[in-house]
């Protein structure tokens, strides 16, 4: 599976790639990108680094096991790679975990790609969109904050690409934002809207580790009460063969 997974073999265009992640402050110093990458937290605070909002680096934690560094990884791409429209083959997600060469080379140099061309959108917008940017009462489009138009105050907002609802999920076509764009609300109260949304959908993730933590923990306390058991039963075993 993993020579059909693009790999970066050019040095020039490796370097690049390092010299940029030399440029951004990381957990951990950059030692072997291929061995850094592969459990996705790396990943994610490079992305983090660029849009603050879009990652919660608690969601990630560091792994040597292949299905801890499985879960970060699909935990990224579902969060956080399709919101900015960066998608990652299986193969190359196994790829990167299994710390084949060259490929998270090949992932990174795409990603710094992806990010400058969300970044220079972003700036287009800002600096000449006027109304197509800022008019989120313009008509057109089946968002629930009224289509395109909406979309981009939403990146602008966020500095990432946002998706829509079907896409999604966060922001159902029944919620208050709907309504408030389909009534004519202002910009002013449709961002303010976006920004309760992003913050609801930040505090479900927590919920949502928070609740994979108390299972984990649980499932621990378990594991901890059967070896007591065991110890238990053994040590009684042993005093029956005594007596």
Same mark, same amino acid.
């Given at each position: 599976m993993a020579s059909s997974v693009p790999r970066l073999s050019d040095d020039d265009q490796k370097q690049a790639v390092y010299s940029w992640l030399d440029s951004i402050p990381l957990s951990r110093p950059k030692r072997n990108c291929t061995r850094d990458f592969?459990?996705?937290?790396?990943?994610?605070?490079?992305?983090?680094?660029?849009?603050?909002?879009?990652?919660?680096?608690?969601?990630?934690?560091?792994?040597?096991?292949?299905?801890?560094?499985?879960?970060?990884?699909?935990?990224?791409?579902?969060?956080?790679? =399709? =919101?900015?429209?960066?998608?990652?083959?299986?193969?190359?997600?196994?790829?990167?975990?299994?710390?084949?060469?060259?490929?998270?080379?090949?992932?990174l140099m795409r990603?710094?790609?992806?990010?400058?061309?969300?970044?220079?959108?972003?700036?287009?917008?800002?600096s000449g969109g006027g109304s197509a940017s800022r008019g989120l009462g313009a008509s057109g489009g089946s968002s629930a904050f009224g289509g395109a138009a909406a979309r981009s105050a939403a990146e602008e907002d966020h500095g990432y690409p946002s998706e829509s609802p079907a896409a999604a999920g966060a922001f159902p076509s029944s919620s208050a934002p709907h309504s408030a764009a389909s009534s004519g609300a202002g910009p002013a109260?449709?961002?303010?809207?976006?920004?309760?949304?992003?913050?609801?959908?930040?505090?479900?993730?927590?919920?949502?580790?928070?609740?994979?933590?108390? =299972?984990?923990?649980?499932?621990?306390?378990?594991?901890?009460?059967?070896?007591?058991?065991?110890?238990?039963?053994?040590?009684?075993?042993?005093?029956?063969?005594?007596?």
């Open positions: 592969s459990d996705g937290v790396m990943m994610a605070e490079v992305i983090q680094h660029y849009f603050p909002k879009l990652v919660q680096l608690h969601n990630y934690s560091a792994a040597n096991s292949t299905k801890q560094k499985m879960y970060n990884w699909s935990t990224l791409s579902q969060k956080v790679l =399709r =919101r900015m429209k960066f998608e990652l083959t299986p193969a190359e997600i196994e790829a990167v975990v299994n710390c084949t060469p060259d490929v998270v080379e090949h992932v990603l710094q790609a992806c990010i400058s061309d969300i970044k220079a959108r972003r700036s287009t917008r800002s109260e449709t961002a303010a809207l976006v920004h309760k949304e992003q913050r609801i959908q930040e505090l479900l993730e927590t919920n949502e580790y928070l609740e994979l933590k108390i =299972r984990k923990l649980e499932q621990l306390v378990r594991l901890k009460d059967n070896r007591i058991a065991t110890l238990q039963a053994k040590l009684a075993s042993q005093r029956e063969g005594m007596a």
